[in-house]
């Protein structure tokens, strides 16, 4: 009995020495507790109204509401009482042009604006990819970055300046391989016409890309225009797409197409195959949002992020009059309304829907363009929650994680990346503009030091 008695003794003090080291271990990883906001997670789950957010070792050690989580003693603690938090933002669709130096500033206007994940793609030439494997790497200064090098068309197809243009399949497989020996992330392809030519990459040298990549590791993703390309890159083993099935960036761009609506055979296959549409709403309808809304041009942080050469066109009076007043005006915003629609059809039937937005080109600023994004996507039906996903969790679902961190939720072990909002975004999604800070796997940004 006695030795039964010194066994339960002995369990019983290994015990409390295991819970007494669990909480030590705990202890350790905590360096700060964000105590009191609303805390929208990304997940879609209902936010939680007065929450408690432990972060340490750049990331989430756990996360509930507040009579839920025992904050360690000594830990740094931040009232955020009447604030929203919600996910960094992921932005899928973007362009760094210029010199390396102007593409390090663009970075700096993301994240300056909460976009703490984003990807270049197709446009890096082999110094840019240098930069962005620098961001993707840890860069304190810099979002979460990755890259496709430089994409891939057909000579005298859309964007054709780019190098990659290889006229047969071996070709084509060479070109991937030196992509992947810079070590980037996905491959781009633009299968759409530039003009009524009709030139752009024939099928076989598509399938080269993308068995190429794959047996590379690397992603491949495609900008199209017409279902029958979608279709035909489906069945060849890509599930991963830019801009719509919507004919607007090819011959008669702009104007109504007949029959807009995918077909019940293309979204069949797109569940199938897991598929993915980052629409790039932005580029659109920036085309006229400036024109019709000049007051946005009052924001001198806006200004600062703009490129120049597009601000002083929407500052001219009559340059906006111009694209008001235009004979095309109407049918070219019945276009993008048709766009929209495909983003809802595409979302109701249960097709991924992440966020992106060109940024980079002219008329959509780096950072601001991918708010912008966000409220498209709720003027297309999406709700606020669904937008936020869009940009949070469902963008990060399609990019691979960075070593053994995942990030793009508010979750238990993920990156805390993460943005302080003043205002609740569900009520008015045009409220994550309201940052109040933002942190970057752990810590936070010096954000008026990023602005140009």
Request: one cysteine or more; proline letters at 7%.
């Amino acid at each position: 009995m006695k030795s039964l008695n010194r066994l339960c003794l002995c369990v019983f003090i290994c015990l409390i020495i295991s819970c007494s080291d669990s909480a030590v271990s705990v202890n350790e990883n905590v360096d700060l507790a964000l105590v009191g906001p609303r805390l929208i997670d990304g997940t879609g789950n209902d936010p939680i109204q007065d929450s408690v957010l432990l972060i340490g070792q750049g990331t989430i050690q756990a996360v509930g509401p507040r009579q839920s989580i025992e904050i360690p003693e000594g830990t740094e603690t931040i009232n955020l009482s009447g604030k929203t938090i919600i996910p960094g933002l992921v932005d899928l669709h973007a362009h760094y042009g210029g010199p390396v130096t102007a593409s390090e500033q663009a970075l700096k206007n993301q994240l300056y604006y909460g976009v703490t994940t984003t990807r270049s793609i197709g446009s890096d030439t082999p110094d840019k990819v240098s930069l962005m494997l620098e961001a993707h790497a840890g860069r304190p200064d810099l979002p979460r970055a990755f890259t496709a090098g430089l994409g891939f068309s057909y000579p005298g197809g859309f964007n054709s300046s780019f190098p990659n243009t290889p006229t047969t399949p071996e070709e084509a497989r060479e070109n991937v391989r030196e992509q992947a020996a810079l070590g980037v992330h996905f491959t781009k392809m633009w299968v759409n016409e530039v003009n009524e030519a009709g030139l752009k990459i024939p099928a076989e040298i598509r399938s080269a890309i993308i068995d190429e990549s794959i047996r590379n590791g690397l992603i491949p993703v495609a900008h199209i225009d017409e279902e029958a390309d979608g279709i035909q890159l489906l069945e060849a083993g890509m599930n991963e797409f830019l801009h719509s099935t919507v004919l607007t960036f090819g011959p008669g761009a702009g104007t109504p197409v007949d029959n807009p609506a995918p077909s019940q055979r293309f979204l069949d296959l797109c569940l199938q195959n897991d598929c993915a549409f980052t629409p790039t709403l932005s580029i659109i309808q920036n085309n006229w949002h400036f024109a019709e809304n000049p007051e946005l041009l009052d924001d001198e942080i806006l200004r600062s992020v703009f490129n120049a050469n597009a601000l002083d066109r929407y500052s001219d009076p009559e340059v906006r009059a111009s694209i008001i007043e235009a004979d095309n005006f109407q049918e070219r915003k019945a276009a993008f309304r048709q766009v929209q629609d495909f983003v809802k059809t595409l979302f109701d039937a249960g097709i991924k829907v992440p966020l992106g937005t060109d940024s980079g080109t002219p008329s959509v600023p780096m950072g601001w363009g991918t708010h912008h994004e966000l409220e498209l996507y709720v003027e297309a039906g999406l709700t606020p929650m669904e937008a936020i996903m869009a940009a949070t969790s469902i963008g990060a679902s399609r990019l691979p994680p960075v070593g053994a961190v995942e990030f793009g939720t508010l979750t238990k072990g993920m990156s805390a990346d993460l943005l302080v909002l003043d205002a609740n975004p569900l009520i008015n999604i045009r409220n994550t503009l309201q940052i109040d800070q933002v942190m970057l796997r752990g810590s936070w940004v010096n954000r008026e030091s990023l602005l140009p």
